[in-house]
């Protein structure tokens, strides 16, 4: 199993403070059967402020770490990616090696959480022109979105890649996050789902517990889901999370499931 989108390497961005948490996390990651992960650090992010974002830097410390993760017996490969803060930069940053993922097929970009982007659509379209498919990160965490969620259909219909995390499905966001979260599944707002761990607390790996309850439901969905993570590290074509068939009855399945 692999997860996309986290923060595991130590003191890069928000994530753990100390290589014993970060060891922590990843021994959580690996009793869940996650075998790779793709740690996506906050990159041009306001909290990023005189941080090491160097590609040379951050490869160094992934593979610090993996030394680490092998000499220790822990299974897990790390591959090295961004989190992106969308700027009207996108294509000219889109040259930096770590602003990519899939062979420089994908990127993960994240707007801020209460105001709607503006001049995104041209951003977007430009990496598109470019080979380059833009993933949102959890949009269910925008209030914007929690306000309007089918805003989401014409962002699939033009082809960006929708990431949930996997925390928002479990209500580790509150119950609003977590409702707009199963709405986007029921209606197939839904590529990807990411665990975006942080420590080893309250934002470690669940990714898990995300997929089984899901699974109740509909494990083709989860396989798809969990195929659709392995083509994005590929560089390959995801598949579109289709359920339209199952909408009449998905609503009281999945709260019920989630409470």
Known sequence: MIDFHNHVLVNVDDGPKSLDESIDMLKTAAKQGITDIINTVHFQHP???NKNVEYEYLKSKVNELQVILDKENIKITIHLSAEVFYLPNLL???????????????????????????????????????????IIAHPERYRFIQKE??????????????????????????KNTQNVALEMIKNGFIHLIGSDAHNNKNRNFCIKEAYEQLGKYDKKVVKKLKN????????????????????????????????
């Open 47 to 49: 909290k990023m402020q």
């Open 92 to 134: 000219e940053i889109s040259t930096n090696p770590l602003t990519t993922i899939g062979n420089g097929k994908y990127m993960l970009i994240e707007f801020k959480t209460n105001i709607f982007p503006t001049d995104f659509e041209n951003q977007f379209y430009e990496l598109q022109s470019n080979g380059i498919t833009p």
């Open 149 to 174: 969620v089918n805003i989401l259909k014409t962002w699939v219909e033009r082809d960006y890649v929708i990431q949930i995390d996997a925390g928002s499905i479990l209500g580790q966001f509150g």
């Open 228 to 259: 659709n993570t392995l083509n994005i590290l590929k560089g390959r074509k995801i598949e579109k999370i289709d359920i339209e068939n199952k909408r009449i009855n998905m609503t009281s399945k999945l709260f019920k499931l989630f409470g």
